[in-house]
């Protein structure tokens, strides 16, 4: 069974730090790109950023440049999104994906998802 699983979310203060995992169960990551997604209350799903299958190219949106770094490790069949400078609007439950190279930051090129971990700024 395909499955991806998040972690290393929860309660971090303006300008603190988090580093979420997503591990991968029962296939290979190396052919797959993987992206990590935000959703916060009441909207839609929106891409934070995708790293291809061999981690020659990465893709950060607008809002999170400078501030989240994505890494992959497919030897552990893990991607990481190290989070820095965190802000209040970053609160949101944060999903990992795994799809094509060719998907980029849109949600509905991806074919497997995890469930999700909840991340929370505030102080």
């Known amino acids: 069974q395909l499955q991806l699983v998040e972690s290393g979310g929860g309660l971090v203060q303006p300008g603190g730090s988090l580093g979420l995992s997503c591990a991968a169960s029962?296939?290979?990551?190396?052919?797959?790109?993987i992206g990590w997604f935000l959703q916060a209350p009441g909207k839609e799903r929106e891409g934070v950023s995708c790293?291809?299958?061999?981690?020659?190219?990465?893709y950060y949106a607008d809002s999170v440049k400078g501030r989240f770094t994505i890494s992959r490790d497919n030897a552990k069949t893990t991607v990481y999104l190290q989070m820095n400078s965190l802000k209040p609007e970053d609160t949101a439950v944060y999903y990992c994906?795994?799809?094509?190279?060719?998907?980029?930051?849109?949600?509905?090129?991806?074919?497997?998802w995890g469930q999700g971990t909840l991340v929370t700024v505030s102080s």
């Open positions: 029962g296939f290979s990551l190396d052919y797959y790109a």
């Open positions: 790293i291809s299958s061999s981690a020659g190219s990465t």
């Open positions: 994906a795994a799809g094509p190279n060719t998907a980029g930051l849109a949600p509905m090129e991806f074919d497997y």
